[in-house]
């Protein structure tokens, strides 16, 4: 486990006497392993002084993240028709909050979440799965059962055993949400008011980014953790280069009509990645000189294949491989992107022609879901 956020011991603001200067990994790590510990101890305690059978432990801190001031949180497990409430304790000095819930709730959770059976033509489970069920559910499944009589364990296992089809279900979701964010930049573009603006497309990339992390198997449900999460699962050089790492940290630009739609394309690149499991590497400039994809589209994956969709408006169905095709086509000539798809296709095992790659270019371009420069356009 390493730091997060930690540069050196003599950070500039610590230096500065306006913030304490960061931990060390060890330090950090110690820090980390006494509130699990402690978590244990107090659910132990818990179920010695109440009798309580099942007890979890879960949040950041369970997940491998948080930080030296984050708290307990703990999950007492009922039977039918004991109560379901929340309180804030304190034990050892240390704030607890503890969250009471009936196993036939979670077990519920457990069972609508552990095969993704969205489609296009009926979304009711991406829209039940909200941020707040995934969440409880993806504590559940990253937590430490304390006690037990067995329930829980069967639960967890069942839930492990789901993982890929929970994964996209969390990855629907996350697209979801930046799809919302994304008619919140369109709101507010209307509106003339691009600060706005901006600040919503950076939250629709937060969005995206916790899919893509997502489908690299780094799960936790919290854009807070971001950045740690990016540090620990692509590490400095990011999953294509440091390019695509340095644009996350900082999505801002001196005009925020550049940062805006660099954003919504950086977003829509990450979702791409993201649904399909094919890696690129995205063309993440304000201004490419070719190719640009159309930013009133983003990408909402179903199990049943994939929907590009306006924010008001239907969406174009497309293969796995079609977007594919419409995320590299961005910032590219015609037929580099081709060349570029087709290199990509091949390497999973794919041979496409390339008059076909070309032909379903084409046809994006003909439902404007990508728009070439002229000089793309010329040469088509």
């Known amino acids: 486990m390493t730091a997060t956020g930690t540069n050196d ?9 306006r913030l304490d200067a960061p931990l060390s990994a060890e330090q950090f790590a110690e820090k980390l392993d006494a509130i699990r510990g402690r978590g244990t101890r107090m659910a ?16 950041a801190p369970l997940a491998g993240l948080g930080s030296p001031c984050s708290d307990i949180d703990l999950f007492v497990v009922l039977d039918e028709g004991e109560g379901d409430t929340e ?29 993704f ?9 991406i829209g039940f799965a909200s941020r707040s069920r995934l969440d409880r559910v993806t504590r559940f499944l990253l937590s430490e059962i304390v006690v037990d009589d067995g329930e829980l364990d069967r639960l967890h296992r069942k839930l492990t055993a789901a993982g890929s089809e929970f994964r996209k279900l969390l990855i629907s979701r996350h697209a979801q949400d930046a799809q919302n964010a994304a008619e919140d930049v369109s709101g507010a573009v209307l509106n003339g008011d691009l600060q706005s ?10 969005f995206a980014a916790e899919a893509y992390l997502c489908a690299a198997g780094d799960l936790y449900v919290n854009t807070k953790w971001l950045w740690a999460k990016w540090a620990r699962t692509f590490g400095d050089g990011g999953p294509q280069d ?3 790492s340095a644009v996350i940290r900082d999505l801002g630009l001196p005009d925020p009509a550049d940062a805006v739609a660099r954003n919504i394309w ?21 201004r490419p000189a070719h190719t640009r994809r159309n930013p009133r589209y983003t990408l909402l994956p179903f199990s049943d294949g994939f929907v590009v969709t306006q924010q008001v408006g239907a969406g174009v169905e497309l293969s796995r491989e079609g977007v594919l095709l ?4 961005h910032g590219r000539p015609r037929a580099d992107a081709a060349t570029t798809a087709r290199k990509i296709m091949s390497e999973q095992g794919l041979d496409v022609g390339e008059d076909d790659v070309l032909a379903y270019y084409d046809s994006l371009v003909a439902r404007e879901l990508i728009v070439p420069s002229r000089a793309d356009a010329d040469d088509s």
Do not use: C, N
């Open 9 to 17: 011991a003599e950070h500039t603001f610590a230096a500065a006497g």
């Open 44 to 59: 132990r305690h818990m179920a010695a002084e109440q009798g309580f059978r099942r007890i979890y432990t879960g949040g």
């Open 87 to 115: 309180e804030q304790l304190f034990f050892e000095g240390q704030r607890v909050d503890v969250e009471y819930l009936k196993l036939r709730d979670l077990e519920s959770l457990i069972d609508r979440f552990t095969s």
């Open 117 to 125: 059976t969205a489609t296009s033509s009926d979304a009711e489970q």
């Open 197 to 206: 603006a901006e600040y919503q497309s950076r939250e629709m990339v937060y």
């Open 242 to 244: 440091a390019e695509l």
């Open 266 to 286: 950086l977003a829509q690149d990450l979702l791409a990645m993201a649904a399909t499991g094919y890696r690129y590497a995205p063309v993440t400039g304000p």
């Open 326 to 329: 419409w995320g590299v086509a």
